[in-house]
């Protein structure tokens, strides 16, 4: 067998050694023919391809013009280009059957939950899926469907999503006597209208989104502007929690101006967006060297209450906004100071960041008065998306080092869920010298800011590690939490013991999130839409420098929520 496998591949290579065509002219000759052939067939088939990718742009082109149009013209449409046209074709070429797997089955959770709501919480803020009947811990302004439209649009769920648009046309009233909280009011139902607006086209969601705006608008009649948390829908009384003695809550009152600035460049009505950025206006004015504001604001006089810094829970997504605002508006001359701003607060950041032994895990310190707290939320975990969506703001060096922070806060946030028996992360942590970290708060509500920076870092550095850490949590979530009638967070991750509540941010959020870090990058991409702190995609309207940009009770609050 040596030999004549030998001596078939010797008859082959002759046919590789010039001297056998040399003495046979014809067969030369033939080969030159061929050779020429194949090469004609060659440059035949690239002019081909560039003369169908140059008339696919020309349509793409057509299309979006198109669409425009109908969008002023308010002609609701059944399609939306939501995948962006840069590299659009070569994310799609590129199948990858593992994302693709995945992305099925978290598509497939969000039908569950969403079935699940539809059958024992129809038109309620909240499904409790172990008792199957709906709580209204909103006022009863349908917060689990509203926070839903964009994320059925996205999924190409159209049944669902007309299903949930007729009763935001016909059912959802604002007209209530209930003390809405301003800022969850406007991060889910506000932000969930405009997104659902600028996916569909659908005027009926921006007519509501103003609706809803115009009740809340009073909480801003203040002396200094800053605003009061909470408002009555129905007769405009604004007030502030009992338990802040007063005081308006950081994250609470600057996190409305993606939200307000984006409603006023939909309606051409600039009322919005002065109030919301009068807010940062007044804080300049207060603005600390090292960019960390403490998380109470006194209402009347502006000034900062003696209180904790925080990147978690009432600080959080104030320095969110200021970043997200620069993205918004274009990054132009008119919203810089925006970007100066949080390049302020993330030195801030830096001077709260350590790391533990003997794993190295990078974490956030709470800071009261001089002194720093081993306590990091999970709620922080929103950081490392942030950083690394504002790295490429800076100069190469620092760009590199806000990158690298990023990607070791990921590493810490992505162990809060591996160091538990369930591998579902608790609420909080806090670190000790030769033991790394520990669970604080044990319950898990369905969070979604871990995967939110996962989807980030894959998108931005192009490693498919943050996927494969993005899967395991989802993983945890199917085997923890899914019940026959929906998804419920854990009292405990340690035990594993169930609450009652699914979260409506679960399916604004975390499914939202997972889908898309199962996508290709051109799926509502980063160029072209910006996310509120809900998830909610709104579109980054295109502007000229010289114009800016455009003319609950406590206990179930989305940034301090508990279960059940």
């Known amino acids: 067998m040596a030999r004549r496998s030998s001596s078939s591949s010797s008859g082959a290579w002759r046919y590789l050694n010039p001297a056998y065509y040399l003495k046979r002219p014809k067969r030369l000759a033939l080969l030159f023919v061929v050779f020429v052939a194949a090469t004609f067939a060659f440059w035949d088939r690239q002019s081909l391809v560039s003369e169908y990718e140059s008339e696919i742009s020309r349509l793409e082109d057509d299309i979006n013009r198109l669409h425009d149009q109908l969008r002023k013209a308010g002609v609701h449409l059944d399609e939306n280009p939501v995948v962006s046209n840069k590299n659009s074709r070569k994310d799609f070429l590129e199948v990858d059957p593992v994302n693709n797997e995945r992305r099925e089955k978290v598509k497939e959770a969000m039908l569950h939950a969403w079935n699940s709501y539809v059958k024992y919480a129809w038109g309620m803020d909240e499904l409790q899926p172990q008792s ?25 769920l159209k049944d669902e999503f007309q299903k949930a648009r007729d009763w935001v046309a016909e059912s959802l009233d604002f007209d209530k006597d209930y003390d809405a909280s301003v800022f969850e009011t406007t991060i889910r139902v506000v932000g969930g209208l405009l997104s659902a607006y600028d996916l569909s086209g659908d005027k009926v969601f921006l007519d509501k989104a103003k609706d809803i705006t115009d009740r809340l608008l009073p ?148 800071k009261n008065g001089g002194s720093l707290s081993d306590k990091m939320d999970e709620l922080a975990c929103f950081a490392p998306g942030m950083l690394a969506l504002g790295a490429s703001g800076y100069g190469p060096e620092k760009s590199e ?54 989807m980030y870092l894959w998108r931005l550095t192009g490693n498919k590690t943050y996927q494969d850490w993005g899967w395991d949590i989802f993983q945890a979530f199917e085997k923890n939490s899914r019940i026959e009638s929906g998804y419920v967070g854990l009292r405990d991750v340690n035990t594993g013991e169930k609450d009652n509540m699914m979260q409506s941010f679960f399916l604004a959020e975390t499914l939202k999130y997972l ?33 800016g940009i455009g003319t609950p009770v406590r206990p179930f609050g989305r940034k301090q929520g508990k279960p059940e």
């Open 132 to 156: 199957k009947n709906g709580i209204n811990s909103f006022g009863g302004l349908g917060a689990t469907l509203v926070d839903s439209l964009d994320t059925l649009y996205i999924m190409g």
């Open 219 to 366: 909480a801003w009649d203040t002396t200094s502007g800053i605003p009061y948390n909470r408002i009555n829908l129905a007769h405009g009384r604004a007030h502030n929690h009992g338990w802040t003695n007063g005081d308006s809550i950081l994250a609470d009152s600057g996190t409305e101006q993606l939200e307000f600035i984006a409603l006023s460049q939909r309606t051409g009505d600039p009322k919005y967006q002065q109030k919301a950025e009068n807010v940062i206006t007044q804080l300049q004015k207060i603005y600390p060297s090292d960019g960390l504001l403490p998380i109470y604001i006194n209402p009347h006089s502006g000034t900062a209450s003696y209180s904790t810094i925080t990147f978690g829970a009432m600080g959080d997504s104030f320095y969110e906004y200021l970043l997200k605002v620069w993205v918004q508006g274009n990054k132009t001359e008119h919203v810089k100071h925006y970007r100066q701003m949080w390049e302020t607060s993330m030195e801030g950041l830096l001077s709260l960041t350590k790391k533990t032994t003997p794993s190295n895990y990078y974490y956030i310190c709470e």
């Open 401 to 454: 080092q806000i990158m690298n922070l990023a990607k070791e806060l990921a590493r810490t946030c992505y162990n809060f869920y591996q160091t538990t028996p369930t591998k579902l992360a608790g609420e909080n942590y806090f670190f000790h010298i030769g033991q790394d970290m520990s669970v604080g708060t044990s319950w898990n509500i369905l969070r979604p800011e871990t995967v939110e920076s996962l």
């Open 515 to 547: 889908y898309l870090l199962f996508s290709p990058p051109s799926v509502i991409s980063f160029d072209e839409w910006v996310f509120n702190t809900e998830a909610h995609p709104l579109r980054i309207v295109p502007v000229n420098d010289n114009k």
